[in-house]
């Protein structure tokens, strides 16, 4: 009887187990939004030092999922996810103790390196324990939560840890996880290999990752520092790269992203989906937490604390999406997620320099709820609207839109609120906490200083609103009516297994 239950006690410890790198990987994707006021007392980065701290782990990790999930195809899943845990923990312990901002951005980037092996390996390992498929489902759904649990709860982890250690304990606190993981993970979980044909192309990775890197950093220089011969030649020859990257994808047998997969307008709308949301929220979770420390004056703890009813809301959301997407569908689902977050975000708009806690709490409840259900549905109806063969593609597409888009919200997002505060603000310095800075500042400047901010926040919330707004609109016209007969997919981070 015991060896009857023991393969499925065992399947549940090996995910429990594989939970632990997947919340890791998505919480240090925003972990640093409370931080980033002491880190820049600490190490008093540029406007544009202060950004890429932020995103540079984002843009490792998204740019390298697909290329990391054919290696480890090729060379195993469990391989992979080992090698990946420990230069995480490496490049943690690196962060901790960075000595500069430069320092702390390039271990940022190591610690997306290897977070882009942990995501696409850990599904291939959790899919490998459950032979049920109604099993498999349930593990996949735990799996969806645990992601969206992850970038939710990662500002709360920051604001209370702060609240007691330095700024480098946001790092450390990923240690005790990874070393359980190394410990339990050669016990509980099996090597995965699968068939996939064709070598990893390395210059369409090295392409994508640097193509997209100088079309950030001249977008940054321009919005932080002003518009320069250096910023447009810079962001120019990034774009010129991602081009040749994507003229290149056309030509390979088996290319590292298949462009073709978007002449599908389903498939489309549930890319945009997994990245515009996510764009969002970094934005406005990472504004939103300057603005309640250093212009309304409160402590990281209270701040953090102010994040738990939204986190709340799109944890939940997230876990009960699969069960209302039965009942209302895809369609009528993408369009309530769109809509939930646009009128979310206009809850900002209300903010000011005085007061604005309930506004702030109010969005991010209402804006929860758009964000639980797109993390919930984008893989599965990227991956519904392509032909089977080609769903693993479909997958690592969505997958790699939610990272990308977490990255670009701050990248794109965050250097809008730069411009409009470089613009609107007393121009004594790039940013607001090292205006605040000053030695003798006057209040007037202060609250000019503090203006400007918010007005920068507001036009970075009214701007995504728009474009989620467009979002739904476009949800409703181009994806079909579902039909009564047809079964709903198994919903998860990475579609059907």
Not at 394 to 406: D, F, V, Y
Request: glycine share 10%.
């Amino acid at each position: 009887m015991s060896r009857q239950h023991s393969p499925g006690l065992r399947a549940w410890l090996g995910l429990l187990v594989l939970l632990g790198p997947v919340l890791l990987v998505s919480m240090d994707g925003s972990i640093l939004f409370l931080a980033m006021p002491r880190i820049s007392q600490a190490l008093t980065p540029t406007a544009g030092q202060a950004l890429w701290i932020l995103d540079s782990y984002g843009f490792a990790v998204g740019s390298l999922l697909i290329a990391f999930g054919a290696i480890g195809d090729r060379y195993g899943r469990l391989r992979l996810l080992m090698v990946g845990a420990t230069v995480f923990g490496i490049g943690s312990v690196a962060a901790a103790f960075a000595p500069s901002a430069e320092f702390l951005i390039a271990a940022r980037a190591l610690m997306g390196v290897a977070g882009a092996t942990l995501l696409p390996s850990a599904l291939a390992v959790l899919s490998e324990l459950f032979a049920d498929p109604r099993r498999r489902a349930q593990a996949i759904g735990i799996f969806a939560a645990a992601f969206a649990a992850g970038f939710a709860i990662g500002p709360v982890v920051g604001g209370v840890l702060l609240r007691t250690f330095w700024w480098g304990s946001v790092f450390l606190v990923n240690l005790p996880v990874i070393a359980l993981f190394l410990v339990l993970a050669p016990v509980l979980l099996r090597e995965v290999r699968a068939t996939r044909p064709g070598r990893v192309d390395l210059t369409s990775v090295v392409l994508s990752a640097v193509g997209l890197l100088l079309a950030v950093y001249g977008l940054k220089h321009a919005a932080t520092e002003g518009l320069s011969v250096d910023s447009v030649v810079i962001g120019i020859a990034g774009v010129i790269l991602l081009v040749w990257f994507a003229r290149r994808q056309r030509r390979l047998e088996h290319p590292l992203m298949e462009f073709s997969l978007f002449r599908d307008r389903v498939f489309t709308i549930a890319i945009i989906t997994g990245l515009l949301p996510l764009a969002a929220w970094s934005a406005t979770a990472y504004l939103a937490g300057i603005y309640l420390q250093s212009v309304l004056g409160l402590s990281v703890l209270a701040a953090a604390l102010l994040a738990l009813p939204g986190a709340a809301v799109l944890t939940i959301t997230c876990i009960v999406t699969p069960f209302v997407v039965d009942r209302v569908g895809k369609r009528t689902s993408l369009a309530i997620c769109h809509l939930s977050i646009a009128a979310g975000l206009l809850f900002l708009l209300a903010t000011t320099i005085t007061g604005g806690i309930g506004w702030y709490i109010a969005s991010t409840a209402v804006a929860g709820v758009g964000y639980g259900i797109s993390f919930a549905v984008v893989a599965d109806t990227a991956v519904g609207a392509v032909p089977v063969e080609r769903a693993g593609s479909a997958g690592a597409i969505a997958e790699t839109s939610n990272e990308i888009g977490n990255a670009l919200g701050i990248a794109l997002l965050g250097s809008l609120a730069a411009l409009v505060f470089r613009i609107s603000g007393p121009d004594l310095a790039p940013t607001l906490d090292e205006t605040l800075q000053l030695p003798g500042l006057v209040p007037a400047l202060a609250e000019e200083a503090k203006t400007a901010f918010v007005t920068g926040l507001h036009v970075v919330a009214a701007t995504a609103s728009v474009l989620h707004t467009a979002l739904a609109v476009l949800a409703l016209r181009w994806i079909p009516v579902p039909s009564r007969t047809v079964p709903t997919r198994t919903l998860g981070p990475q579609g059907p297994r």
